[in-house]
């Protein structure tokens, strides 16, 4: 029995693979005109993942100091640091040394700084020698190497605008990751042994071998990309800052510690990428008129400790004027977190605020957890090890993805340069809702990732202009076999 002509095209339209081809070619633009972007972010990741070791090498004079069992006080280390910085100096904050071995960090606000950034005097906790005088970065504490690596990273010491580039990197990042895994599981349901795919091949050359490490290494890989994109995206200026408000709305914000005397405790997101800075502490990085006594530094840390401070990696921020209040936070990122918080009154000494992790709400605790993953804080060496790997295996998905382009070249057209392109007209082929709802994913991915909309349009209007040059050298084509025949 014949089916009618009517339904044919609608049953092709709906068993049509359309989806898997239309995945194939966003991939690929997306690889081909994101790919240099997502190298760069990949490869000064990677540098930035080894940074903490880095540091440590480089500035071990200064972080480091004889061990001592009796430490002097806070207000001896203190003097000494003001000593350095004169002009009646007030720190705005002091980091104790965390243990024997380590220095303790005076931290001073400087207006010829950046954002984020203190002036930090080092001084050995046994002797109250002065053994470092540098600029430091957020919470992290960052030195100026590593510093200079994250700015690196985040904006190519850019500014504003340089940031722009993370931010296609990060956003187009996860699609990129989500779209590959999904192309490797329709290949992988067609195979024969799937497992077989899980690892390069060694058996073939050229094309198949770059594909079998680019696949291979991208399933492997793929968990880990999309959870430095989804990271990486809360650092942005356009995404990030969308990510922010959702945030608020569902009541996911992070909670920090309140400095205002009779006040109750603020949230907010910890928006520096890297620098990680908490309202706590920009309150105390401002000027502070009144005369603050060094020995209230081991005052508000032995108060503290009473309270619900129980690590050694603590910052005492002084008050930033008259009407705020003492700071005692832990800044221990690694696992277990250490973030815990609390305000004292200058005047009474009675707790104003409090802020403690176990009562963070779960995304909370999910977000404070994710930085700390994506900067390599959470399990140190180990964390920062798997980042490094998995940064370069993102460069080398990128390097194997231009390599398959080139091999994909036509032989038998030498004026050809480039490699086959994955075919057009995926969409055409789509179901009218299934169109719909491809239409809505894109708008609304494009509305909270604004630089994956801005690109997606450039990607269409590109794709458009490739079209119609082909139809135009092929009518061309046509021409001149008909003028010869």
């Given amino acids: 029995m014949t089916t009618p002509s009517a339904t044919v095209p609608e049953n092709r339209r709906h068993s049509a693979p359309w989806f898997g081809e239309l995945l194939r070619r966003l991939h690929f633009y997306a690889g081909i005109l994101v790919g240099p972007f997502i ?30 069992d009796h430490p002097l006080p806070l207000a001896s280390q203190v003097e000494a640091a003001n000593a350095v910085i004169g002009d009646a100096a007030t720190p705005s904050a002091v980091r104790p040394a965390p243990g024997p071995g380590n220095t303790t960090r005076v931290m001073y606000s400087d207006p010829s700084l950046g954002e984020s950034e203190s002036r930090a005097i080092f001084v050995d906790p046994g002797t109250a020698e002065v ?7 957020g919470t992290s504490g960052a030195l100026p190497l590593r510093t200079w690596i994250d700015q690196m990273h985040r904006s190519l010491h850019l500014g504003d605008v340089g940031r722009l580039y993370s ?18 599981i329709l290949r992988a349901r067609r195979t024969k042994k799937p497992t077989a795919m899980l690892r390069p091949s060694r058996k073939h050359q050229g094309l198949r071998r770059t594909f079998s490490w680019h696949s291979s290494v991208g399933v492997w890989a793929a968990i880990g990309m999309l959870f430095l994109s989804a ?28 400095t205002e005397l009779g006040g109750a405790s603020a949230t907010g997101v910890h928006a520096h990428h890297h620098g990680d800075s908490s309202s706590a502490e920009e309150a105390g990085s401002a000027d502070n008129h009144a005369a603050i006594d060094p020995a209230d530094f081991d005052m508000m840390l032995s108060m503290g400790q009473d309270v619900n401070i129980d690590t050694g990696l603590v910052e005492i921020l002084p008050p930033a004027d008259d009407h705020s209040a003492w700071v005692v936070q832990e800044i221990q990122r690694s696992f277990p977190t250490k973030v815990d918080a609390v305000a004292f009154d200058p005047e009474t000494m009675e707790v104003t605020d409090r802020v403690d992790f176990a009562d963070y709400s779960v995304p909370a605790k999910l977000a ?91 990607f269409v209007i590109f794709d458009v202009v490739l079209g119609v040059l082909a139809r135009h050298r092929s009518r061309r084509r046509q021409v001149a076999e008909a003028l010869v025949s």
């Fill in 368 to 458: 404070r957890w994710g930085i700390d993953l994506h900067m390599g804080s959470m399990f140190g060496l180990a964390n920062q090890i798997v980042l490094f790997v998995l940064a370069v295996g993102i460069a080398s998905m990128v390097v194997w993805g231009y390599r398959m382009w080139w091999q994909r070249r036509p032989k038998h057209e030498p004026s050809k340069r480039f490699g086959v392109v994955p075919a057009r007209g995926a969409l055409a082929k789509a179901p009218r809702w299934d169109l719909a709802v491809v239409v809505l994913a894109a708008v609304g991915i494009g509305w909270l990732l604004p630089m994956v909309g801005i690109s997606l349009v450039v």
């Fill in 167 to 184: 931010e296609l990197a990060a956003s187009w990042l996860g699609i990129v990751a989500a779209a590959g895994l999904v192309l490797w």
């Fill in 39 to 68: 190298l760069i972010a990949a490869l000064s990741g990677a540098l930035y993942a080894i940074s903490p070791q880095l540091e440590k090498a480089v500035y071990a004079e200064q972080l480091y100091a004889p061990p001592t």
């Fill in 231 to 258: 990271t990486g995206i809360t650092w942005s200026q356009l995404g990030g800052d969308n990510v922010t408000k959702l945030r608020a709305a569902l009541s996911w914000e992070t909670p920090a510690v309140s």
């Fill in 131 to 137: 053994v470092g005088d540098l600029t430091v970065y």
